[in-house]
């Protein structure tokens, strides 16, 4: 064995020192690889090794026989540094694991017991090595480390390609200003994730998932439900959405639109309402104590006459119109259409028939043509009223027409009254709103639910 050892008393000039310090920082080697020799043993090559301050390099290989098992065994392959007396190194086979005869697949998962004593006895680990008792063969496994210089160099590198982004891996996540921006994105492949932070006003930021080619002519699609604060301002970023071929809707897709409280499902050409909220009407003008929209877009009505609401748009083409409440003295509701605040100035227009029966059975027929209201009431004098009213496309010109179903309370639990009402507007208006008359101060809700 031809071994020169640096690093115990009085052996280390600086040349060497400086050579183990290159080497060192862990256990590390540029030579000493663990191959086999004749028969049952290994040879430990040439080279420089390098562990807890002492260099050894090697100039001729090191056999080292390795007992018979009883069927298969590996065996740990260390470089021993002893600190006795001068100092020694050399190479052990620490027995570990028997197996069978069959040349195992993987290395153990422990290692056996072995020095690890800087300054008295450590032990630097070289390799595996399994053998059997049926012939010579020998599975060998290297455990050396590089230096560390070139180990930094590499864990450097690697961190400096997860830096770079999704060139790497997938699943990288970009986040980017605008929807523009994100179609610009050259580095990008499958499976990658981007956020646009603003892509257009009222819109929440949207995630997207690459689903198909690469780099810039990538195509993206929606990871969640699209979030805007008014229809318009969804229909706006669907546009713009269009307008970039590599960023894709795709039928069943979804959106919200806090202004109509509805959520939306992609065709494949337009949005349709699936879950339809309450409109949020505007509340033109009125007459009496107050007409407040709260936040669930109810408008509460307290003590009023006259109201007249900005309710119909063209996102919905049908509307539910419910009106629940009471008057200090029994009256008649009345109802017309308006546009921009502006009512029907025609008297001659809303036509009602229909009929109304009392609790004691009375049919009353009601036929009220050519007039400057419909009488959702049928013109019965109530103090309390539960009615709701279905217009059929008030905001398309067309005619609108409609149906009424209520229950009318001039005295409660002796006078009540059901009306069943068809309602119908002569002319192929566009109407955006309307207006309920009161002949009594009425304190109560109405609700204008579109219907998809």
Not at 142 to 157: F, G, H, K, N, V
Not at 267 to 288: D, E, I, K, Q, R
Not at 404 to 417: R, W, Y
């Amino acid at each position: 064995m031809a071994i020169v050892n640096k690093g115990f008393p009085g052996t280390v000039n600086a040349t060497e020192y400086a050579k183990s310090w290159h080497l060192g920082g862990a256990d590390a080697a540029t030579g000493w690889a663990v191959t086999q020799g004749t028969g049952r043993q290994t040879s430990v090559g040439t080279g420089d090794a390098f562990a807890a301050g002492v260099l050894s390099t090697n100039s001729a290989p090191i056999l080292t026989s390795l007992s018979t098992p009883v069927a298969g065994q590996w065996f740990l392959i260390v470089r021993r540094i002893d600190w006795a007396g001068a100092g020694t190194v050399t190479v052990e086979a620490i027995p570990h694991t028997t197996t069978t005869t069959t040349v195992p697949s993987s290395t153990p998962s422990t290692y056996p017991t072995y020095n690890d004593d800087p300054g008295v006895l450590y032990d630097h680990k070289l390799g595996w090595a399994w053998v059997r008792n049926t012939d010579t063969t020998m599975e060998l496994r290297d455990l050396r480390e590089i230096p560390l210089e070139p180990r930094l160099q590499a864990s450097e590198t690697e961190v400096a390609t997860l830096r770079a982004g999704p060139g790497r891996a997938d699943g990288a996540v970009f986040s980017v200003t605008d929807l523009p921006t994100l179609d610009a994105i050259a580095t990008a492949k499958t499976a990658d994730v981007a956020q646009v932070r603003s892509p257009g006003t009222g819109v929440d930021a949207i995630f997207f998932t690459a689903i198909s080619s690469s780099g810039s002519s990538l195509n993206w699609r929606l990871r969640h439900a699209l979030y805007a604060d008014t229809k318009a301002h969804l229909d706006t970023v669907t546009t713009t959405i269009g307008g970039i071929a590599n960023i894709i809707l795709r039928p069943g897709d979804t959106a919200y639109a806090e202004d109509t409280k509805t959520t939306y499902r992609w065709s494949g050409a337009a949005w349709t309402a699936v879950a339809v909220g309450l409109m949020a009407p505007t509340v033109n003008s009125s007459t009496g104590t107050s007409a407040v929209v709260g936040a669930d877009n109810t408008l509460t009505l307290t003590a009023i006459t006259a109201v007249v609401l900005t309710a119909f748009t063209d996102s919905f083409e049908n509307y539910d119109i419910e009106i629940s409440g009471t008057k200090a003295v029994a009256g008649t509701t009345l109802m017309r259409l308006a546009t921009a605040g502006t009512v029907d100035p025609s008297g001659a227009n809303h036509d009602t028939y229909g009929a109304s029966w009392t609790q004691a059975g009375v049919t009353s027929a009601a036929t009220v043509l050519n007039q400057a209201t419909f009488y959702p009431g049928n013109n019965a004098s109530s103090i309390a009223e539960e009615i709701t009213i279905n217009l059929s496309h008030p905001k398309v010109a067309k005619q609108t027409r409609g149906f009424v179903n209520g229950q009318l309370v001039a005295t409660i639990g002796t006078s009540e009254s059901k009306v069943a009402l068809n309602i119908g507007h002569r002319q192929t208006t566009s109407f955006d709103g309307f207006q309920l008359l009161f002949s009594q101060a009425f304190t109560g809700t109405v609700k204008v639910k579109p219907r998809p």
